[in-house]
């Protein structure tokens, strides 16, 4: 591994394996995380996220860097990521989509998943012909590829007619509370805004509630916990699709000097204060040694 900060993105660490969480990736369990955790320490020193950004600011990394970043805000990371890495002696980031949080709405991409596992599908297909769905293509890469919040509305329609409202309520049971992630907080994590409602807001399609989405989230954390993000991780971030007026707009939307996390699947070597640009890693499914391959072949 070469000498830089590698930060693997994560979404859930549990044991649970449910509909709701089949068509979202990126949910490992905790035996599998923990193997990860033993095999990267003999390859690299594993770092809290802010040490690690702070050795990158500084251009100080002699070494391999790993830190370990949650998305989405999942109950699980708190319950069995957070003791894994404590045993470890480092702290990770958490990026909070506030409306999930606080019970104000489902993820949207949580219930396409849901009614990916029913008879829903095809409820689902015959209204989103009218928006150009066509069956040569997927249900996922159509919605993403033409996103809108009529979409939404759309999914919205078929979750209720397929999930009854006490399965529709104890699904944000997979989301922690307010008080769950002042408890990390306390415990020294770094909390950041992932927005509100985990809308594509890096893509063309939605780009004009960038500021609005991530302005709302940022409004629910310091009103419910009191704090002021320093990084604003933007939600799905497909590479190919982002737009091109991505940089632009973050700029002209920030007035903290904070820094935009992106995906992009490669270390963080050179640091460019002009650029305030991070990139993670979306770890494979995969073992210990084969996460540690997979790392050596990255820029």
């Not at 003791?83 to 990026?95: E, H, L, R």
């Not at 999914?155 to 999930?163: C, L, N």
């Not at 460019?272 to 499914?285: G, K, L, N, V, W």
Request: aromatic share 14%; proline share 3%.
């Amino acid at each position: 591994m070469k000498n830089a900060w590698y930060i693997l993105n994560y979404h859930d660490i549990s044991w649970e394996e449910n509909d709701f969480l089949k068509g979202i990736g990126g949910s490992f369990p905790p035996d599998i995380f923990r193997e990860h955790l033993t095999e990267l320490s003999q390859h690299a020193r594993l770092v809290s996220v802010q040490e690690g950004f702070t050795l990158y600011c500084s251009g100080n990394i002699t070494e391999p860097l790993v830190s370990f970043w949650f998305d989405d805000g999942f109950t699980g990371v708190r319950k069995y990521a957070m003791p894994i890495m404590d045993s470890y002696g480092i702290f990770g980031a958490i990026s909070i989509d506030s409306r999930f949080t606080l019970r104000e709405e489902m993820f949207w991409r949580l219930k396409l998943s849901f009614i990916a596992q029913t008879d829903g599908l095809r409820f689902l297909r015959s209204k989103l012909k009218k928006h150009g769905y066509t069956l040569d293509k997927t249900v996922k890469g159509f919605v993403m590829d033409h996103f809108s919040l009529d979409i939404v509305d759309i999914i919205d329609s078929v979750y209720e007619m397929f999930v009854s409202k006490h399965v529709r309520e104890d699904a944000f049971r997979l989301f922690d509370t307010m008080d769950g992630i002042q408890k990390l907080y306390q415990h020294g994590w770094e909390i950041s805004n992932h927005t509100t409602s985990h809308y594509p807001v890096a893509e063309e399609s939605h780009i004009s509630y960038f500021k609005e989405d991530f302005d709302v989230c940022e409004q629910a954390l310091q009103k419910h916990l009191n704090i002021e993000t320093k990084f604003w991780v933007i939600p799905f971030d497909r590479q190919n699709t982002r737009s091109e007026r991505l940089k632009e707009v973050f700029y002209d939307s920030d007035d903290k000097n904070r820094y935009l996390v992106l995906v992009g699947n490669k270390s963080n070597q050179i640091h460019d204060p002009s650029d305030r640009i991070i990139h993670r890693i979306e770890p494979p499914y995969v073992d210990g040694k084969g996460l540690v391959r997979y790392l050596k072949t990255l820029d």
